[in-house]
Nanobody, 126 residues
């Protein structure tokens, strides 16, 4: 059973970099067909996908955030990270890490959410 836990500072000042870590237990970050994702939620805006790292280390970002977003992983610690630079108050949100599993049906791949962290509130304020 994969379990996820977000960690990092809850308060970030404008223009600085938001840094979060997701720790995986009960599974491996290199486990076959697992995708590792950051998602955020702010009042009235719903859920916004930030980026995803595959089990072989490929990374994909939301185009609207790509210029400010960086993901990485540490396979020895079974962790993956998020860095969001040049933050503004508009980046205030609850940030979640989540796992997805890729599966094949006929000739198409599909992705199903597996586990979610509890979420961590990050506030951008002077």
């Amino acid at each position: 059973q994969v379990q996820l836990q977000e960690s990092g500072p809850g308060l970030v000042k404008p223009s600085q970099t938001l840094s979060l870590t997701c720790t995986i237990s009960g599974g491996s970050i290199t486990g076959n067909n697992y995708y590792w994702t950051w998602i955020r939620q702010s009042p009235g805006k719903g859920l916004e996908w930030i980026g995803t790292m595959t089990f072989v280390g490929s990374i994909y970002y939301n185009s609207s955030l790509r210029s400010r977003t960086s993901m990485s992983r540490d396979t020895s610690k079974n962790q993956f990270t998020l860095q969001l630079s040049s933050v503004t108050p508009e980046d205030t949100a609850v940030y979640y890490c989540a796992s997805q599993i890729r599966y094949l049906v006929s000739v198409s791949y599909f992705f199903q959410f597996d586990s979610w962290g509890q979420g961590t509130q990050v506030t951008v304020s002077p």
